[in-house]
């Protein structure tokens, strides 16, 4: 890519008549954000056809990331065989790491107890905002699985390392374990799109207790969510969510196995988000609780 980054030539303005400013592998190399002097910036490739080569270049509005100034930067290291780590540092201030386009998933977040990262899709708003992450459950809610076109990683303070996958397999993002937390969601969640079917699953290797909570507002229109909670393949629970069957609040049950498809149907809407949990499941427990009912309804007939 190296060769293609030094044929590409950034000047400070809206043409190649503007100051130059040298070229891509330049910018990278400085390991500094570019920030142009007014409002635009040319890139200018001396390569006929270099548009069709696939790689590509971000440019921001400087309004929406001078937050950031201090620590930003692209994700650029994702492997599809093996893991490989990301360094936030919020040390002088808050920080963010942007990665463009494409599947990946995060499979652990370290960082001490004092901070929070906040991950958003597409743009940096409470409207996009994905989730938020801190040490305390930052073994329970990975691996998380991202797919939109932009995914942000905002560090609050001090420093954090993400630890990222391209590789479903590698991350084990389908495998369920006890205290396990996630959400499924699409890649254009956020955004006002009819682009937004989703169709996902998460299996557990033994019976587990399974909650999830489903947000209301992209049952719009025609569209139609299908949560389907299975044990042992067989359905326990098959809830068809649509305009005329709105879903609630968080739901329980007990299963091996949680699926989630949505169907846009040609409906607008910000895109489906499910949160989901698997918890330890425990017969005896439950047992325990049905003979404690059963004693004290024969106390109150023997009374």
């Known amino acids: 890519m190296a060769p293609f980054m030094r044929i590409t030539q950034v000047f400070d303005g809206p043409s190649i ?27 200018y490739s001396l390569q006929a056809g270099f548009s069709n080569i696939g790689y590509a270049v971000i440019l921001q509005d400087y309004a929406d990331v001078k937050q950031f100034n201090s620590s930003y930067k692209a994700i650029n290291c994702i492997s599809i065989l093996n893991y490989c ?22 499979d652990d977040f370290s960082m001490p107890d004092t901070n929070v990262i906040s991950v958003y899709n597409d743009y940096v708003t409470p409207l996009h905002k994905l989730a938020d992450y801190t040490s305390s459950i930052s073994k329970t809610n990975t691996p998380q699985k ?36 996630g959400f499924f969601t699409s890649g254009n969640y956020g955004l006002n799109s009819s682009i937004q079917n989703i169709a996902d699953q998460i299996t557990a290797s033994k019976l587990t207790n399974i909650s999830f909570t489903v947000d209301r507002t992209a049952i719009i229109g025609g569209a139609s969510l299908t949560v389907k909670i299975t044990s042992e393949q067989k359905t326990v629970l098959n809830n068809v969510y649509t305009t005329s069957n709105f879903p609630g609040g968080i739901l329980y049950t007990i299963g091996d196995s949680i699926s989630v498809k949505y169907d846009s149907n040609g409906a607008v809407s910000t895109g489906p988000f499910v949160s989901f949990g698997f918890d330890r499941y ?17 106390m109150g007939l023997s009374l």
């Not at 808050?94 to 386009?101: E, G, L, M, P, V």
């Open 282 to 298: 425990s017969s005896a427990a439950c047992n325990g609780i049905f003979i404690t009912i059963i004693m004290a309804i024969w």
């Open 17 to 43: 008549n503007s100051t130059h400013l040298g070229n891509l592998y330049q910018v990278m190399a400085s390991n500094k954000n570019l920030i142009s002097s007014g409002k635009s910036l040319t890139l």
């Open 85 to 106: 780590d990301v360094k936030l540092d919020a040390s002088a201030g808050t920080a963010a790491a942007i990665r463009y386009y494409g599947l990946f998933y995060v």
């Open 146 to 181: 991202f797919s939109g076109k932009f995914t942000t990683f905002v560090l609050n303070k001090d420093q954090a390392t993400l630890r990222m996958s391209s590789a479903e397999k590698t991350a084990e993002w389908n495998t369920a374990f006890d205290s396990r937390r």
